[in-house]
């Protein structure tokens, strides 16, 4: 296994990353590389869908929990950390296994970082100011205009990014999605094996009303009230996620609960889409379509038969890694 192989399952929300991950983990003798935004902040469990002690099943989970959620976190730093776990578990002889949804983390492992021009500090400032006096929505539509691609991916409530996809193009004089796209054709290469997990949509969509009402018999009321109460005001980016926005908006009394859950269900729908949209743009992802009632085991029994045909064809000169005969066995197996 070369040093820049790994294998990434990846797909929306609610899908069922999560457990297959767990399930091929095991099967590997590997640990799970966690790629999500929001799992990366302490104390965020139940919003976020972090997999507890005993749902990991014996499986490490790493890139979790690693900051407080006033703290800066951003890709950056994801990366760094996450190519010194995929080191770590190279030199030990296993396959790094990256799972999540948050697409940006997993391109940046791919394709490297685009840093881009610095700042425009008065540029920003006119744009938050026009952002106040116009209606919402009002960048968007300016982005939309100057850089639809980059538009399409953005929430429209999303001001930081979309003005800095508008300072960018400002400085360039080109969209920050083509400038994406040259900077990753002139990145180094790497030989990742991407699969992605996806439903039939009103399967997905019944798939995120069961996850809510989980979240809510869980505690994710509490959970808001308590992050609130230590003082993580709904300022912060952390607490602008999903779960924690339209619950700590509950709280707050701008609507009551049947709003609040509504408003969650909808926008997780809206968040799932938009996952789908930015991973149906890496080409070389390999989908996998999951049937009404396939099993979690079912389903990692397929990833499993793609990671052996990924690892399976060593180049020539070369032997089979001994996490290859660990992989043929669990296959065989039934995964």
Not at 48 to 62: A, S
């Given at each position: 296994?070369?040093?820049?192989?790994?294998?990434?399952?990846?797909?929306?929300?609610?899908?069922?990353?999560?457990?297959?991950?767990?399930?091929?983990?095991?099967?590997l003798?590997?640990?799970?590389?966690?790629?999500?935004?929001?799992?990366?902040?302490?104390?965020?469990?139940?919003?976020?869908?972090?997999?507890?002690?005993?749902?990991?099943?014996?499986?490490?989970?790493?890139?979790i929990?690693?900051?407080?959620?006033?703290?800066?976190?951003n890709v950056?730093?994801?990366?760094?950390?996450?190519?010194?776990?995929?080191?770590r578990?190279?030199?030990?002889?296993?396959?790094?296994?990256?799972?999540?949804?948050t697409?940006?983390?997993?391109?940046?492992?791919?394709?490297?970082?685009?840093?881009g021009?610095?700042?425009?500090?008065?540029?920003?400032?006119?744009?938050?100011?026009?952002?106040?006096?116009?209606?919402?929505?009002?960048l968007?539509?300016?982005?939309?205009?100057?850089?639809?691609?980059?538009?399409?991916?953005?929430?429209?409530?999303?001001?930081?990014?979309?003005?800095r996809?508008?300072?960018?193009?400002?400085?360039?004089?080109?969209?920050?999605?083509?400038?994406?796209?040259?900077?990753?054709?002139?990145?180094?290469?790497?030989?990742?094996?991407?699969?992605?997990?996806?439903?039939?949509?009103?399967?997905?969509?019944?798939?995120?009303?069961?996850?809510?009402?989980?979240?809510?018999?869980?505690?994710?009321?509490?959970?808001?009230?308590?992050?609130?109460?230590?003082?993580?005001?709904r300022?912060?980016?952390?607490?602008?996620?999903?779960?924690?926005?339209?619950?700590?908006?509950?709280?707050?009394?701008?609507?009551?609960?049947?709003?609040?859950?509504?408003?969650?269900?909808?926008?997780?729908?809206?968040?799932?889409?938009?996952?789908?949209?930015?991973?149906?743009?890496?080409?070389?992802?390999?989908?996998?379509?999951?049937?009404?009632?396939?099993?979690?085991?079912?389903?990692?029994?397929?990833?499993?038969?793609?990671?052996?045909?990924?690892?399976?064809?060593?180049?020539?000169?070369?032997?089979?890694?001994?996490?290859?005969?660990?992989?043929?066995?669990?296959?065989?197996?039934?995964?």
């Amino acid at each position: 296994m070369r040093s820049e192989q790994f294998v990434a399952i990846v797909g929306p929300t609610a899908v069922g990353k999560s457990q297959v991950g767990i399930l091929v983990a095991k099967a590997l003798g590997t640990e799970v590389l966690t790629a999500d935004s929001r799992q990366v902040y302490r104390g965020m469990d139940i919003g976020t869908d972090k997999p507890g002690l005993e749902e990991q099943r014996g499986v490490p989970h790493r890139l979790i929990d690693l900051v407080e959620p006033d703290q800066p976190f951003n890709v950056g730093l994801y990366r760094k950390q996450a190519l010194a776990e995929i080191v770590r578990l190279h030199r030990a002889g296993q396959i790094p296994l990256v799972v999540g949804g948050t697409g940006l983390y997993v391109r940046a492992l791919i394709r490297g970082l685009w840093a881009g021009p610095s700042a425009d500090w008065d540029f920003r400032e006119r744009l938050e100011e026009e952002a106040r006096e116009q209606d919402a929505g009002y960048l968007h539509q300016a982005l939309a205009r100057v850089d639809p691609e980059s538009a399409g991916r953005l929430h429209p409530h999303d001001q930081v990014k979309i003005i800095r996809a508008l300072e960018v193009h400002h400085l360039l004089g080109r969209p920050l999605s083509e400038a994406h796209r040259r900077h990753a054709s002139n990145a180094s290469a790497c030989s990742p094996l991407l699969i992605g997990l996806i439903r039939e949509r009103e399967a997905l969509y019944r798939r995120i009303e069961a996850r809510v009402a989980a979240q809510l018999a869980k505690g994710l009321v509490q959970e808001t009230q308590r992050l609130l109460e230590t003082g993580y005001g709904r300022h912060l980016g952390a607490m602008k996620g999903l779960g924690y926005r339209q619950i700590a908006g509950y709280l707050a009394g701008d609507y009551d609960l049947v709003e609040a859950v509504r408003r969650l269900k909808r926008d997780t729908r809206h968040f799932a889409k938009r996952q789908l949209t930015w991973f149906r743009k890496e080409p070389e992802i390999i989908w996998l379509s999951l049937g009404e009632h396939e099993s979690p085991e079912q389903t990692a029994a397929r990833v499993l038969e793609q990671v052996y045909r990924f690892l399976s064809y060593p180049a020539k000169g070369s032997s089979p890694e001994p996490a290859v005969a660990k992989l043929a066995g669990a296959s065989s197996a039934g995964g």
